[in-house]
């Protein structure tokens, strides 16, 4: 059921650009994320390389960066090597 509810949480949050504050994102933000299993997210803000732990996370962070400035590059750590998608 938590996998459920997470997919419509992430389909939610890809086919809109979610702005802080609004509703959507308060209830992706009000999600506790401790219950999710460890599946690192590699993502880049456009600055930044950044790890995520798991898909919930990576939600929240989709959230607090304003919509889709914050792109997944790969599953898995980021490392120094990493460099973005083309």
């Known amino acids: 059921m938590k996998l459920f509810i997470l997919a419509i949480v992430l389909v939610a949050v ?4 979610p702005e802080y504050g609004t509703e959507h994102c308060r209830q ?5 994320c401790s219950g999710y299993d460890d599946e690192p997210v ?9 790890t995520y732990m798991n ?3 990576f ?3 989709i959230c607090k ?5 914050l792109h997944a590059i790969y599953d898995g750590r980021c ?3 990493t460099t973005p998608m083309p």
């Open 42 to 50: 590699c993502s880049f803000d456009g600055n930044n390389y950044v």
């Open 79 to 81: 490392n120094e090597t």
């Open 14 to 17: 890809f086919s809109e650009k």
């Open 59 to 61: 939600a929240h962070g």
């Open 55 to 57: 898909s919930c996370e």
């Open 65 to 69: 960066h304003h919509g889709h400035s």
């Open 28 to 32: 992706v933000l009000a999600t506790d």
